[in-house]
């Protein structure tokens, strides 16, 4: 059977969610192998995660430089083990970071590229989500490798045990003036909220919300859920909320299994990021707004009576 | 809004003397706020059916080529490739202050892969000379790809610094705030470098009626296949490395019950939440 190699997100010594879902999907192809490139010690914190999910194996790449860089140590390392293991194909999250690695792992293995998958079949064919859910595509490599990079929470991981065995090869040298040195690292001051694009449930605010301090509204029931906070492309603009929370066709995807719209009223741009969510749940004083045409369950009032009293229900339910 | 700083340091490009040599790379893509298909032919996106605009981070890739032109001299080019219509993008970014345009049409390069389309787009910048720095948008549109402004890089084995919201070119050095959902990172590499925008890089300045009426005249260099040094197997559906072998419009949505708060829209909506195992 074919090798599948994933390469591990992790960070802070922990396996990211997406990349049980990535060996989930491996093993749909053939025999998950994980790899880890990251900085000496690594790998010894992740692979009991790896192993749970069922890596066969596990690729330890790890040397000092991979902090210098940031995706070229993981493009060396993969294109490396393409060339010495000829796997069936390399499973890569559909993170900014993972999108740029795959590219050139791509570029640089004459392979093709699958990008952004929402599933994977058994014989390789992936599935696309494209025009924000609008188009169901799929497509296939047509080369001897293929270079998938899968959307976060498209795939149910399982969990399978697997050996893990671990194998230590090297991370190529980069060459001068072929990549961007990283001078600094900021890491975002991220609050108690889930990732957007990873949370189960997420609570959007449009222009409805009329105001940056309206949005607690929108806050305070988003955490009654547990949930992370949108807004759409009007509020944003408006400058209610901060554009990376902006769900719709020129900010964030969105797929949980609750999507709660609150004075939103559901333009295409809007409806690009998030009509793909499982139950969608929309509150609107405009009868008409468009977003009712595709809202599981819809209230015509207002969003400030609302939201509070939705609020207040769940922290009851919860006790 | 972040700007440029720009400090010319003539000692370090020998041979540029007249400034920096910019390309952007532009494309035309389905405007989002109108209904996008694609073709029941072969599964590509169908072009001639939505109305199509320059991508909006397109702009914002032109300003800022624009922003660093005018703070230390240089040649702006913007180079597409894509049918004969993506020339209303090309006058766009005229428009805009961009000075030339390079144009790479064929019909041979329809249904290209990511793959081909980076190769394609380096050779094309490879005509354009020597080059000092290229600018993208970090993600189309239609696509999100997300990843061509990389794949061009690594064609061209320049470093890449990507999605960024404030660049800044000083003596034969790029920096940028690269920003995603992780942080901020800062990135920094020797010039010649490949660098993408994002949204919050600056507001593109609207064409004015003389930039408009100068575009007119400004050359714009229409190339095939063949002039961009490309073989007919470099490209195209045929030697594509990846193929759609599918597509369907998702069946719509259809809506749901709908209520008019009349005191209880929210126990209903509790209700309902809780009957679906929701909370």
């Known amino acids: 059977m074919a090798e599948i190699l994933v390469l591990v997100e992790h ?50 790449a790890e040397s000092d430089q991979v902090n210098q860089f940031l995706t070229e140590p993981s493009v060396g390392v993969l294109a490396e083990l393409v060339g010495s293991v000829q796997p069936a194909a390399v499973l890569i999250a559909a993170s900014p970071d993972g999108k740029e690695i795959a590219g050139k792992l791509a570029v640089r293995t004459g392979s093709g590229l699958l ?40 795939i149910e991981p399982v969990c399978s045990p697997g050996a893990a065995v671990e194998q230590s090869i090297e991370v190529p040298v980069v060459r001068a003036g072929t ?100 139950t969608i749940i929309a509150v609107n004083k405009d009868p008409e707004a468009p977003i009712f045409e595709i809202a599981d369950f819809g209230v015509v009032g207002d969003l400030f009576t609302i939201a509070p009293q939705l609020t207040e229900a769940v922290a009851k339910r919860k006790g | 809004m972040s700007g440029v700083t720009f400090q010319w340091d003539r000692g370090l490009l020998v041979g540029n003397l007249g400034g920096m040599n910019i390309v952007v790379l532009i494309k035309q893509v389905p405007d989002t706020w109108s209904e996008r298909r694609l073709a029941d032919s072969d599964h590509t996106l169908d072009r001639a059916s939505a109305d199509v605009v320059l991508d909006e981070i397109n702009e914002r890739a032109v300003e800022e080529a624009l922003k660093i032109k005018e703070a230390g001299g240089g040649e702006v080019t913007v180079v597409t490739m894509g049918p004969a219509r993506a020339t209303e993008a090309i006058r766009k970014a005229l428009s805009m202050g961009a000075d030339s345009a390079v ?54 084995g320049l470093p890449e610094l990507t999605h960024a919201r404030k660049v800044t070119v000083e003596a034969g050095t790029v920096t ?18 490949v660098v993408s925008v ?9 064409p004015s009626f003389k930039g408009i009426m100068a575009a007119k005249k400004k050359p714009v260099r229409t190339l095939s296949l063949v002039d961009a040094g490309l073989a007919g197997s470099d490209v195209g559906l045929a030697a594509a490395t990846s193929t759609v072998i599918e597509s369907a419009p998702r069946p719509p949505r259809s809506a749901g019950q709908v209520v008019t708060d009349d005191g209880d829209g929210a126990a209903q909506l509790v209700e309902y939440l809780i009957a679906q195992k929701l909370i």
């Open chain 2, 103 to 156: 144009h790479l049409t064929d019909e041979g390069l329809h249904g290209s892969c990511a793959v081909q389309t980076a190769t394609a787009l380096a050779k094309v910048i490879g005509t354009v000379g020597a080059v000092d720095l290229i600018i993208a948008g970090n993600e189309a549109t239609d696509g999100t790809m997300g990843a061509i402004p990389a794949m061009v890089a690594d064609v061209l």
């Open chain 2, 176 to 193: 940028v705030e690269r920003e995603t959902d992780d942080g901020v990172t800062v990135l920094q590499a020797d010039l010649p470098a």
């Open chain 2, 198 to 206: 994002n949204e919050k890089i600056n507001e593109p300045r609207y």
């Open chain 1, 11 to 60: 960070s802070g010594g922990e396996v990211k969610k997406i990349t049980s879902e990535l060996l989930t999907a491996a093993a749909r192809l053939g025999e998950p192998a994980a790899v880890v490139v990251g900085t000496p010690g690594t790998a010894g914190k992740l692979s009991d995660r790896l192993a749970a999910y069922g890596a066969a194996k596990v690729y330890v």
């Open chain 1, 115 to 154: 990008s952004d998958a929402v599933d994977l079949a058994e014989d390789g064919t992936a599935t696309h989500s494209v025009f924000g859910g609008s188009y169901l595509a799929k497509s296939k490599a047509t080369t001897p490798v293929a270079v998938i990079t899968i959307r976060a929470g498209a």
């Open chain 1, 179 to 278: 990549a961007a040195k990283i001078v600094e690292r900021r890491s975002v001051e991220g609050g108690d909220r889930p990732e957007l694009t990873e949370a189960s449930v997420v609570v959007s605010g449009g222009r409805g919300v009329g105001s940056a301090d309206n949005f607690a509204i929108v806050e305070k029931l988003a955490d009654s859920l547990g949930a992370a906070v949108g807004a759409s492309r009007a509020a944003v603009d408006s400058g209610f909320y901060p554009h990376q929370f902006q769900v719709g066709q020129t900010g964030k995807t969105v797929a949980p299994q609750l999507y709660v719209a609150l004075g939103i009223s559901g333009a295409i741009q809007h409806r690009a990021g998030m009509q793909t969510s499982k």
